[in-house]
């Protein structure tokens, strides 16, 4: 509930308004100076809305932020402030809500300047730095087709006007809608084929289809005027590599990457294009995949210039020394920390899903540091993941429901005092007080 009515010379208000917060049990609300309302709701997940006035306290369309705090951040603190933190939690579970004392609760307490949070189950006092994230997935239904459907695979791509998004259903019928407007148009696909995998190539240059027995089409006619193309084309690809058996697929503006199901082996092409865009088809390049593994997913950006692989145990690899002059790079580098089962890049970041179908990012990736720092765990769980070149990230949850991320990010003006320094261990959003 909201108090409504309050003003400067009524500051108790007239009236409370029922503040309509979806699926959220809220637990536990501390509204901060700078408009910005923190919730911890029952399953301890930490959430935001910000824009709150004396006047417009709360709105129709109020939207909840969720925050991750990264797991590799709850580290045992020193003995003087766990006694400290304990002691602050049991005097105030007296005075706590039923249903929000317990040792596994999150204690929180803001300003306009700070925002901190206490987990007694992890004995960690934190404090937020300048930048908060927040994450909000919704259900992203194209107009005119029903929330019930189901989905099996898509693929974003990136345009001026917010790109494509080419998608196979539950039955494995095509649509394709634009990112913005998301009204569908189904796709005909390939007589006499189950489509497996849709792969979209940056700026409109090109669509191709995997289908279950190993074949792969090309849209014809895909440009800037007609992003949707023509028809189908084969590719004929067992001309130059034999009788292998593609089970994955990525485009990026310019390259082609395909690993083969049989042998774990990968192979590249420069075109995106169909094969009759050409005087003659594209030549294929084996690419040895790292040492000693077999391929099983494979993904690269939409500028060409990141290329990540999955192999059979669920190891990430990288691969180094990828740029315009030399798009087929140079070594693989293994990324560990995850067993990954799926794998999504943008221009600038790369996101993959464990087993349980949890959320990563890999933050620190930079031009000359390509491979990233550490893995960030971010809201959702999920099946399948696809982002576009300019980091839109799209979603299918295990039940086949279709969802796009948005993000809010803030700053919080923290003003540190240089007269009492504390030992931090810092990330990019939060930092742990010891």
């Given amino acids: 509930m909201a108090r409504v009515g309050c003003t400067k010379a009524k500051l108790e208000g007239v009236d409370w308004k029922f503040v309509n917060t979806g699926d959220l049990v809220v637990s536990q609300i501390v509204v901060a100076d700078n408009g910005v309302a923190w919730i911890v709701d029952d399953r301890n997940r930490l959430w935001f809305t910000r824009g709150l006035t004396m006047e417009a306290p709360c709105s129709k369309d109020v939207r909840f932020w969720q925050v991750e ?15 400290l933190t304990e002691n602050l939690y049991d005097n105030f579970s007296a005075v706590m809500p039923t249903g929000l004392s317990g040792s596994g609760n999150r204690l929180l307490s803001s300003s306009k300047n700070n925002l901190w949070t206490y987990q007694p189950s992890r004995g960690c006092l934190l404090r937020c730095r300048a930048t908060v994230s927040g994450h909000l997935w919704h259900q992203a239904v194209p107009a005119g087709m029903a929330v019930s459907v189901k989905w099996h695979q898509l693929s974003a791509t990136s345009a001026d006007e917010g790109g494509l998004v080419w998608a196979l259903l539950a039955h494995r019928e095509l649509v394709c809608f634009p990112a913005k407007s998301q009204n569908f148009t189904s796709m005909a696909s390939p007589d006499v084929k189950v489509a497996l995998q849709v792969a979209t190539a940056a700026g409109s240059q090109g669509a191709w289809l995997l289908c279950e027995d190993g074949s792969l089409f090309a849209r014809a006619g895909v440009n800037s005027y007609s992003m949707m193309g023509s028809k189908w084309e084969s ?114 970041s790369v996101w993959v899903l464990d087993a349980n179908g949890d ?27 696809s982002a576009n070149g300019n980091g839109d990230l799209w979603a299918l949850t295990k039940e086949g429901g279709l969802f796009k991320r948005t993000v809010d990010m803030f700053e919080i003006d923290v003003k540190r005092s240089n007269s009492n320094p504390v030992e931090m261990n810092a990330e990019e959003d939060w930092e742990i007080i010891n």
């Fill in 235 to 348: 590719i004929k690809h067992k001309v130059q590599l034999g009788n292998i058996r593609i089970c994955c697929i990525a485009l990026g503006r310019n390259s082609a990457w395909v690993v083969d199901g049989l042998s774990g082996s990968l192979f590249f092409r420069i075109g995106v294009q169909a094969d009759s865009s050409f005087p003659l088809p594209p030549a294929w390049i084996p690419i040895p995949p790292p040492r000693n593994t077999a391929l099983t997913k494979i993904a690269c950006s939409a500028n060409d210039l990141m290329v990540w692989a999955i192999d059979k145990k669920g190891i990430v690899h990288a691969r180094i020394g990828v740029e315009e002059n030399v798009p087929l790079g140079v070594e693989w580098v293994s990324i560990t920390g995850i067993a990954a089962t799926d794998i999504t890049i943008s221009n600038s």
């Fill in 359 to 385: 959320l990563f990012e890999r933050c620190g990736i930079q031009s000359a540091h390509i491979i990233g720092d550490y893995w960030k765990k971010l809201p959702g769980s999920f099946r399948h993941i």
């Fill in 69 to 83: 705090i990264c797991e590799f951040l709850f580290q045992e603190s020193t003995n003087r402030l766990r006694t």
